[in-house]
């Protein structure tokens, strides 16, 4: 059951992400799955994790959100896949990318688990990411201008105690 409810979850939060988001110029979709390390297969994208196993089922890569996300003017973009044999009991992972002033993407981030941005900001503008998955305490990152590290747990916007 409970496994039913995150997978519901998971669906709403990226068909809600999805909506408020607008798609990416067709010039530049292959150039963010690619500077995400994903590669085209059957006309779907994917990130290759499972792909050798034909009778898996996964959810293929998604462009789920593209806009200017650290209020640099330029575009940035979150790829999302889905699957649990890639990705345990989250169901989900995600590719944060950033388009260069170069018009480069560069991958700033990627991880398991469903990626929600907080409105705190770490360095360069780049919002606080919470990770969701199963459960009810969350790691959040935070960007210190060169990567994105852990920075606490929270769960709901409140500090909680990191599970073990």
Known sequence: MRTIFIASAIASLLTATAASAAPPPVSDQAAIYKAAGFTKK???WHSGC???DTAISATPGAIEDYRDINGDGR????VTEGGTFCYGNTGAGFWLLSKQA???WKLIHSSTGIAE???AKGA???PDISVGGPGFCFPVL???GTAYV???FAYEGKPCKAPR
């Open 117 to 119: 941005f907080l409105p």
């Open 42 to 44: 059957a006309g779907q």
């Open 124 to 126: 360069t503008g780049w």
């Open 142 to 144: 935070r960007f210190n």
């Open 150 to 152: 852990r920075n606490r």
């Open 50 to 52: 499972g792909l050798e």
């Open 75 to 78: 575009p940035d973009a979150l």
């Open 102 to 104: 170069t018009g480069v």
